[in-house]
């Protein structure tokens, strides 16, 4: 099993579908990360979880809503997007030390997301 | 907030060296990561300095001027395998945030 893996690795949906995007990691790590990677734009933070909790939202709209059952699985929940949510959606996960961020980032392989 | 930039887009000789630049602006600064991105895959972890100087890996050398808030990575022998976006990341001193990537620098290594 690789570090950080990721499925599905394509995924095309209606902008009524819903859908999920689940990741998985097995390095032990205690902080998990969903990033948005779009055409000519920088990696995009869109949700931080640590020790399980929600630290971090970045001002996400609501239709991308993140759950983390345990420190080794992410979800992104997906409903009602918009064509423009097209993108690669990257997991990644880190060990943090004494809750900062200072620990290198391992990242799945990404799910390429198109909304028709 | 962070500013990060770098070029978009490179072209280099097989055999070459190449060196990708990229500088920052930063309230706080905690060391700034270098990741690699072929086509189609995950970003993996290519280097990290945090003090000033040239951190050297193999064909890899990265380095780093905190005064000058500005990075580089050097790559030489440059091999066709080595087309790939590199990606700049700075770390935030305060640790409550994770990285902060660059738009990327797309490398074209041509015959």
């Known amino acids: 099993e690789t570090g950080v893996t990721q499925t599905p690795r394509h995924l095309v949906m209606g902008m009524t579908n819903k859908k999920s995007l689940k990741c998985e990691q097995h390095l032990g790590h205690n902080a998990m990360y969903w990033y948005k990677q779009s055409a000519k734009k920088p990696l995009e933070l869109m949700f931080v979880?640590?020790?399980?909790?929600?630290?971090e939202n970045n001002s996400v709209p609501s239709r991308f809503s993140p759950e983390c059952p345990n420190s080794s699985h992410l979800f992104l929940h997906l409903h009602t997007l918009q064509p423009e949510d097209s993108a690669l959606y990257l997991c990644?996960?880190?060990?943090?030390?004494?809750?900062?961020?200072?620990?290198?980032?391992?990242f799945g392989e990404g799910s390429r997301l198109t909304v028709l | 907030g962070q500013n990060i930039d770098q070029p978009t887009e490179m072209t280099a000789t097989e055999g070459a060296i190449v060196q990708i630049n990229c500088t920052y602006q930063t309230s706080g600064f905690n060391g700034l990561f270098w990741y690699q991105q072929h086509a189609g895959e995950a970003p993996t972890f290519l280097s990290y300095?945090?003090?000033?100087g040239l951190e050297e890996k193999g064909r890899f050398s990265s380095f780093l001027s905190r005064s000058k808030g500005y990075s580089y990575l050097l790559l030489k022998e440059l091999q066709m395998k080595d087309s790939a976006s590199y990606l700049c990341a700075v770390a935030e001193s305060s640790g409550n945030t994770p990285l902060v990537f660059g738009k990327g620098t797309r490398l074209s290594v041509i015959a």
């Open positions: 300095n945090v003090l000033d």
């Open positions: 990644a996960s880190s060990q943090e030390l004494a809750g900062l961020h200072t620990g290198e980032l391992f």
């Open positions: 979880y640590s020790l399980e909790e929600r630290v």
